[in-house]
């Protein structure tokens, strides 16, 4: 992680607070800004709240954010060009250089069809981004078989690395996984959260061989990357909606191989939805990765649709 790329995108008071802490940025997930409210991090999810020296404070001492902090981030953010990104700002956040996402919110400004805008923008959450390069080593070998990439699901609850795992996959079949020859991968990425595209380029590394529709719904997605990308294989974050089996359905009757995640407790909780249930039915997917928290960490367990456990282990 670039620091300096980091704090420099903060007003003047702020930037001066991080640089106290600036040994711990590549530790911390989020820093929020609230208007009124204190200067907060998240850190291996715990909350830490900052002083205006720049020191983890209890709640009362910490720094209080106010209008000109967000007014000022903003500017700096969005490069005194905010009216350019008022299609990210609509959806509710910006993707910028080095891959960081910065969610918003306030005040909505509604049409007929929908959000126009948020104005004024009142809270701030930049999520700073943290690639993995190697996450997928221990599951990718489960993936294959006679040289063949299977259709995969990666299933987890929420915060236990499934994009992570899913952008580490993209990157090492796309350049070339061990021997097998590199593979064209078409991204889908709807929530700009695999490749985090700015201004159309991945910030993450997905790979030599790899295309990305950024912010684009995943039906409509697949269907631009099948009339002109030639993908060979076809990646997704997140699915679960009526119109995301659409897509899946469409990819795998192309002859593409599907990567996907979803969010799932376990294959049990995957067969208990009505929308996912006839995944598991019809056996879409030849491989599914889990991943769960137990005593404190992460495993993960590969399996056939038949149920057969391929591979198991801890990250």
Known sequence: MNREEVIRIFSVKIRKILRKQEE???EWEEIRLRTGQPLEVICRGKRIY?????EASGWEMAYRICGEDIRETLEYISR????????????????????HRVGAAGHVIRERDGVRG???IAF?????AHQICGAADAVLPFLWEDHRLGHTLILSPPGLGKTTLLRDIIRQISNG?????????GVVDERSEIAACSGGVPQNDVGRHTDVLDTCPKAEGVRMLLRSM???VIAMDEVGCEDDMEALSESIGSGCTLLATVHAVSMEDLKRRPVLSHLVERRLFERYVTLARRNGHVCWNVRRADGTVLGEGLR
Do not use: C, K, M, W
């Open 24 to 26: 711990h940025l590549e």
């Open 50 to 54: 900052l002083s205006e020296d720049g």
């Open 80 to 99: 005194y060009s905010l009216y350019a990104f008022s299609e990210e700002v609509r959806q509710g956040f910006l993707t910028i250089p080095g891959g």
């Open 118 to 120: 948020i104005s004024p």
């Open 124 to 128: 701030l959450n930049i999520r700073l």
């Open 177 to 185: 996984y061990r021997t097998e020859r590199p593979l064209t991968i």
């Open 230 to 232: 030639s993908p060979h």
